[in-house]
């Protein structure tokens, strides 16, 4: 009976050592195409919260393309369920509301970023907001329409631009919303 339990608690033992070697030797999620940047230095990391969710798994991430008309993947593709809340990352005034190619599409111009500003794009959204409505970090400004996205599972494409320059919207996170936070162990049974 007593090398049962020796057995069970060494068990236990080498199964918690090898989840904490997979833990923090497993690489961190893939946020975006390989060697494209994470941060664009013009882009002040003024966002105070993911459109969706705390932090959602990035499905597919920035892929910037070669050309103004190459390919390339223009944002980020967040997963979210249908009617899921959708939030404005930062402070700004409300551009567009409306459907583009029968998809609901929300846009907010950032304040205080520059001329022309930077403008955040959601799709695809059931708008809760309209032209012309300022909003805050953090409010909702729609939820995630059912049909109309481009990814394989349900997802909000979240896109940024300033002008016609298309820009990592990743950017406009600071850090410490980046970051999966501190490692968790958990008991082995």
Do not use: Q
């Amino acid at each position: 009976m007593r090398v049962n339990r020796c057995v069970r608690v060494c068990t236990r033992l080498i199964v918690l050592l090898l989840l904490t070697a997979w833990a923090l030797l497993a690489p961190p999620p893939r946020l975006l195409a390989a060697g494209a940047p994470l941060a664009d230095d013009t882009v002040p990391a003024l966002g105070r919260a993911w459109p969706v969710g705390l932090r959602p798994p990035v499905l597919r991430g920035w892929e910037p393309p070669a050309t103004v008309y190459g390919r390339g993947h223009r944002g980020v593709d967040l997963a979210a369920a249908p009617g899921t809340p959708v939030r404005a990352v930062a402070a700004g005034t409300v551009s567009f509301a409306g459907r583009v190619a029968g998809k609901g599409v929300v846009a907010v111009d950032l304040t205080g970023t520059g001329d022309p500003p930077l403008r955040t794009t959601y799709e695809p959204v059931t708008a809760s907001v309209e032209k012309g409505d300022e909003v805050a970090p953090g409010e909702v400004i729609g939820t995630v329409d059912a049909t109309g996205s481009h990814c394989t599972a349900a997802c909000v494409h979240w896109g940024l631009r300033r002008g016609e320059t298309y820009l990592n919207p990743l950017s406009l996170l600071p850090p410490w919303l980046l970051s999966r936070g501190p490692s968790r162990l958990l008991p082995v049974y």
